[in-house]
Nanobody, 115 residues
Framework: QVQLVESGGGLVQTGGSLRLSCAQS????????MGWYRQAPGKQRELVAT???????NYGDSVEGRFTISRDSAKVTVYLQMNNLKPDDTGVYYC?????????WGRGTQVTVSS
């Protein structure tokens, strides 16, 4: 059974930094991509960043240039380095893993940026 466990969320001031981690366990058939999505209160879940099996990355427009997604060499943990955080970055950040046959989600970690 695949599990995704997020960590690293918290409270930070505007302009600060946080690093999120997502640890994957369980066997994956035909991995496609892993990444982060976020959901603010009253808003839809939106793309933050993804990293594909070939290492290519994709970012949401609002985080481009401030956030960096990476994956460890063992390919079981994905990181999201978040710099120059803004109040609009506040929300629950969810880890996501896509394979050719399934889509998995973590439980989420709260990120709060104070002004």
């Amino acid at each position: 059974q695949v599990q995704l466990v997020e960590s690293g969320g918290g409270l930070v001031q505007t302009g600060g930094s946080l690093r999120l981690s997502c640890a994957q366990s369980g066997s994956i058939f035909s991995f496609r991509a892993m990444g982060w999505y976020r959901q603010a209160p009253g808003k839809q879940r939106e793309l933050v960043a993804t990293i594909s099996s070939d290492g290519s990355t994709n970012y949401g427009d609002s985080v481009e240039g401030r956030f960096t997604i990476s994956r460890d060499s063992a390919k079981v943990t994905v990181y999201l380095q978040m710099n120059n955080l803004k109040p609009d970055d506040t929300g629950v950040y969810y880890c996501n893993l896509k394979s050719s046959i399934a889509n998995y989600w973590g439980r989420g970690t709260q990120v709060t940026v104070s002004s």
